[in-house]
């Protein structure tokens, strides 16, 4: 019998799960998978060979494709990884063969502050200490292929500087790349929230002088914001993520022209620590559905989205396939119809709006919950008013599906101090613009507290699909951006830097408007690009300080507000309550 998830935390739960586990091979065989096909890592996890698997089922048809996204967060997250698990487990419930799509998580937020994203309760998927701990590591092998690109670009730029051309073509085979210091725009990744290496002097002379590099500014990213994890997300198998790695752009030569990982001659290389990391992760929930796990980019600074490969899998071994997009539908869910649907070809048969009742009232006044501490009063005590102002954000995003074609489904993600009042007065706005909604306590009870969710869901799917991107690839850049703003995001209209307006100059010179998707960077805590501005505001700009260019993944990338590629670690970490039991080597702490 599973423990009772409100006497126990989320790492006690998933270690008694553990024990009654199927193994990897049972949920292979269940998944639909030839022995030939399973990749395993272990007893408990595996990995999938996507090639037969999509070769073998290309004539059979699709199951119904479902995406989870939600309304803008608080610090808290809403538990939108834990609905799609839960949702899983309730169609699962129902009869159907269904699977699940999620990103793997990224050490920073795993050892930060929010968690693994394993879901939560009695909706998680196992084994969480190996699925929040490196897995099979994917992440590991993007971060390598990463950072050699860099390897190659400072030892290049060292070269250049040592050598003369006549010498620099015998050592090496190559002309001088003529690489300008100035414009490097590549920087080094690592799978944590680190701070203090956003800005950093790399190439100081020590002993070996000029052979110690060559001195610049440069920087760390988070690992999961590297343009390799955005490749991984979109590439549609090997070869194309190959190719993709080719144009990846690491500076600008001195006449201004791209200097890519071809260029230097280090794409093959680091295609070679990818071709492991190109089979999907195949793990289980807390009841035995398939889990596929596959790329981790998060949806504020990156596409927010799982694999198109993992996608692909999922819908041709399972009636229902469900995949999450990151954080609020203003930046995950936008780019999954925008970016993700584009490289995958793939039509979505219905959406899931997930709220709770906590963010409601955040965004209706009551204080912001803060990370670490406890939560205000105002979110254990009812508070109707709070809730139905705040639903002015919640019906923003219901609208926001809506004009993508595509049927929404509000999850009301119960939490055990929400009221009958409180959660009546969401039903009555949703059900007035004409969404369905369903109220779930999967994360309490599991697939049986998520039947209601599980009907909605079959319901909406059922529609016929009118599914439509919300712009064409043809249409400029700068068209794009006011579009998303105006139309996701409700703002009056955007104001571009200096900056940015010289990269849109450029990117109109050379002429890459149906070559390359638009991947916006915003904060994802308000549907503005000021993280404290809550509910659905009207009357205010978005602004536009850069823009970036990821020549392999084919994006263009705005950079709204102060947001960074490297989160921080602030003064209550999560690794403060991680540690081993040093006689059975057991994890504890992890959530």
């Known amino acids: 019998?599973?423990?009772?998830?409100?006497?126990?935390?989320?790492?006690?739960?998933?270690?008694?799960?553990?024990?009654?586990?199927?193994?990897?091979?049972?949920?292979?065989r269940e998944f639909g998978l030839e022995e030939k096909e399973l990749l395993p890592y272990g007893h408990v996890m595996g990995k999938v060979d996507f090639r037969s698997v999509l070769s073998r089922c290309a004539n059979k048809a699709n199951g119904k494709y479902i995406d989870v996204t939600a309304i803008t967060p608080t610090p808290l997250g809403e538990g939108k990884s834990t609905t799609t698990i839960g949702l899983v487990q309730g169609l699962g419930k129902r009869g159907f063969k269904t699977s699940a799509a999620i990103r793997q998580p990224s050490g920073g937020p795993t050892m930060g502050a929010k968690g693994s994203a394993a879901g939560g309760g009695l909706s998680q998927c196992i084994p969480l200490t190996q699925y929040s701990l490196g897995f099979t590591g994917d992440i590991n092998a993007i971060m390598n292929a990463h950072n050699l690109a860099m390897v190659a670009l400072t030892a290049r730029m060292q070269h250049e500087r040592n050598y003369s051309d006549e010498k620099l073509l015998k050592l090496s085979g190559l002309p001088r790349l003529n690489i300008d210091p100035t414009s490097v725009s590549m920087g080094w990744v690592i799978d944590f929230c680190a701070q203090a290496l956003r800005n950093i002097i790399i190439g100081i002379d020590g002993p070996g002088g000029k052979n110690d590099g060559y001195m610049m500014r440069s920087r760390f990213d988070i690992a999961v914001s590297s343009e390799v994890m955005a490749i991984l997300a979109v590439a549609r198998d090997l070869k194309d993520l190959r190719e993709r790695i080719g144009r990846i752009i690491v500076a600008l030569d001195r006449e201004g022209k791209p200097v890519t990982t071809a260029d230097l001659r280090v794409d093959g290389a680091m295609t070679a620590w990818l071709v492991e990391a190109v089979n999907p992760n195949l793990i289980q929930t807390i009841e035995g559905q398939p889990v596929l796990v596959h790329a981790g980019p998060f949806a504020n600074i990156a596409i927010g989205q799982s694999s198109v490969i993992a996608d692909r899998v999922g819908l041709k071994?399972?009636?229902?396939?469900?995949?999450?997009?990151?954080?609020?539908?203003?930046?995950?869910?936008?780019?999954?119809?925008?970016?993700?649907?584009?490289?995958?070809?793939?039509?979505?048969?219905?959406?899931?709006?997930?709220?709770?009742?906590?963010?409601?009232?955040?965004?209706?006044?009551?204080?912001?919950?803060?990370?670490?501490?406890?939560?205000?009063?105002?979110y254990s005590q009812e508070n109707v008013a709070f809730v139905e102002k705040g639903c002015a954000n919640l019906l923003h995003h219901i609208a926001t599906v809506k004009k993508f074609g595509i049927s929404p489904v509000v999850c009301i993600n119960a939490f055990i101090t929400d009221t009958k009042a409180e959660?009546?007065?969401?039903?009555?706005?949703?059900?007035?613009?004409?969404?369905?909604?369903?109220?779930?306590?999967?994360?309490?009870?599991?697939?049986?507290?998520?039947?209601?969710?599980?009907?909605?869901?079959?319901?909406?799917?059922?529609?016929?699909?009118?599914?439509?991107?919300?712009y064409d690839w043809s249409l400029p850049y700068q068209e794009r951006i006011e579009l998303i703003a105006r139309e996701v995001y409700g703002a009056d209209g955007v104001d571009f830097a200096p900056k940015a307006h010289a990269a849109l100059a450029k990117l109109n010179e050379e002429g890459k408007h149906q070559e390359m998707g638009l991947c916006m960077v915003k904060t994802h805590l308000s549907l503005t690009d000021d993280p404290t501005i809550k509910g659905a505001p009207t009357g205010w700009r978005l602004q536009v300080r850069d823009i970036m260019t990821y020549g392999g993944a084919g994006f263009v990338v705005p950079l709204a507000g102060a947001i960074t590629l490297m989160p921080g670690t602030g003064s209550k970490p999560a690794y403060y309550n991680v540690d081993v039991d040093t006689e059975t080597g057991r994890v504890s702490g992890i959530f």
């Open 1 to 28: 019998m599973a423990l009772d998830p409100r006497n126990h935390p989320d790492w006690q739960i998933a270690q008694d799960a553990e024990s009654r586990m199927k193994t990897i091979y049972e949920i292979g």
């Open 317 to 378: 071994l399972s009636e229902y396939h469900v995949t999450e997009s990151g954080f609020g539908a203003d930046i995950g869910f936008e780019k999954f119809c925008n970016l993700k649907c584009h490289y995958s070809g793939l039509i979505p048969d219905a959406a899931v709006v997930v709220a709770t009742v906590r963010a409601l009232k955040s965004h209706g006044g009551a204080p912001v919950p803060r990370l670490g501490h406890p939560l205000p009063e105002a």
């Open 423 to 470: 959660i009546k007065k969401i039903r009555e706005l949703c059900e007035a613009v004409g969404a369905r909604v369903a109220v779930s306590r999967h994360w309490e009870s599991g697939g049986e507290g998520a039947l209601e969710l599980a009907d909605a869901v079959i319901e909406a799917a059922n529609e016929p699909s009118t599914f439509k991107p919300l």
